[in-house]
C-alpha cells in the first residue's frame, strides 16, 4: 500500500509541474495576442496616415492579403 501511495505522489507531483509548464505556456500566449492587437492597430493607424497625406482611400493603397 505504501508503495502506491508513492507512486501516486509522484505522479502528483509531476501533474502539477505539468500544470505550472501550461500555466506560464498560456499567460505567454495571452500577452502575445495582446502584443499583436497593439502592433495591428498600430499599423492600421500608419496605414490611415499615409492615405490621408496621398488623398487616396486605404483599400486603394494597401493589400491586406498575407
Do not use: C, H, T, W
Amino acid at each position: 500500500m505504501s508503495k502506491e501511495i508513492k507512486e501516486l505522489k509522484e505522479e502528483i507531483k509531476a501533474l502539477k509541474q505539468r500544470i505550472s509548464g501550461l500555466e506560464r505556456d498560456l499567460d505567454y500566449q495571452v500577452e502575445q495576442n495582446s502584443n499583436n492587437s497593439k502592433v495591428f492597430n498600430d499599423i492600421r493607424d500608419l496605414q490611415q496616415a499615409v492615405a490621408d497625406l496621398a488623398k487616396e482611400p486605404v483599400g486603394m493603397m494597401f493589400d491586406y492579403r498575407a
